[in-house]
């Protein structure tokens, strides 16, 4: 009786586990613009995802609700503009320009995400937009600054509870090296060079 009572209480379980929301996993979507060209990847139902861009475009992903039906229901972005395009700045590093933008587009029934690397106006080669610089009535928002190495952009939420996260890896173009960090390369140097010299001495034989 017992064993009929735990084979039971494991057929429920393994049920709740079928049953359960697809929430618990999300499917992430990943823009590298590390070169000359902004490259997308993708995993989970995004796994076949792989697209190239070049810089100073607009790099768009159509998403596919999770499930036929499924409907766009919000994202935790930060900026909300008339609750269909949701938006983030990514900062140039070291400086207070605007240098790259994820914009994310509810067309209800899917979403386009666009990340614009170094847009007309907003870095690069041309004249770069300074943080909190009002555009038809919008600040120029700065919300993360380039790093180099991957960040979290934000997640869409779709009405069955599904999650999709997008990343973002953004050079840092206009890093300059520091005077200390010039002072320790250069030394760095130098005792290599030292080492070096020193081991061409010991192996040359004597006159």
């Not at 870095?123 to 943080?131: F, I, Y």
């Given at each position: 009786m017992?064993?009929?009572?735990a084979?039971?209480?494991?057929?429920l379980?393994?049920?709740?586990?079928?049953l359960a929301?697809?929430?618990?996993?999300?499917?992430?979507?990943?823009f590298?613009?590390?070169?000359?060209?902004?490259l997308?990847?993708?995993?989970g139902?995004f796994?076949s995802?792989?697209?190239?861009?070049?810089e100073a475009?607009?790099?768009?992903v159509?998403i596919a609700?999770?499930?036929?039906g499924?409907?766009?229901?919000?994202?935790?972005?930060p900026h909300?503009?008339?609750?269909t395009?949701f938006?983030?700045?990514?900062?140039?590093?070291g400086?207070n320009?605007?240098?790259?933008?994820?914009v994310?587009?509810?067309?209800?029934?899917?979403a386009?995400?666009?990340?614009?690397?170094d847009?007309p106006g907003?870095g690069?080669?041309l004249?770069?937009?300074p943080?909190g610089t009002?555009?038809?009535g919008?600040?120029v928002?700065?919300?993360?600054?380039?790093?180099?190495?991957?960040?979290l952009?934000?997640?869409?939420?779709w009405v069955s509870?599904?999650?999709d996260r997008?990343?973002?890896t953004?050079d840092?173009?206009?890093?300059?090296?520091?005077?200390?960090?010039?002072?320790?390369?250069?030394?760095?140097l130098a005792l290599?060079?030292g080492?070096?010299?020193?081991?061409w001495?010991?192996?040359?034989?004597?006159?």
């Amino acid at each position: 009786m017992r064993f009929r009572k735990a084979v039971l209480a494991v057929s429920l379980l393994v049920a709740c586990f079928m049953l359960a929301p697809r929430s618990a996993k999300a499917d992430d979507i990943f823009f590298t613009d590390l070169g000359d060209t902004i490259l997308v990847t993708g995993n989970g139902r995004f796994s076949s995802l792989s697209l190239s861009c070049p810089e100073a475009v607009i790099c768009t992903v159509l998403i596919a609700p999770p499930s036929p039906g499924d409907l766009f229901s919000t994202t935790n972005f930060p900026h909300n503009l008339a609750n269909t395009l949701f938006s983030l700045g990514i900062r140039e590093n070291g400086s207070n320009t605007l240098s790259d933008a994820l914009v994310i587009a509810n067309l209800f029934s899917s979403a386009a995400v666009n990340f614009l690397s170094d847009p007309p106006g907003t870095g690069g080669d041309l004249p770069g937009v300074p943080c909190g610089t009002v555009i038809d009535g919008i600040p120029v928002p700065c919300d993360i600054t380039e790093t180099g190495v991957q960040q979290l952009a934000g997640t869409i939420t779709w009405v069955s509870g599904t999650q999709d996260r997008i990343f973002f890896t953004s050079d840092m173009t206009n890093e300059t090296p520091e005077p200390a960090s010039l002072v320790l390369f250069g030394s760095g140097l130098a005792l290599a060079g030292g080492f070096l010299r020193r081991r061409w001495r010991l192996g040359t034989p004597a006159a």
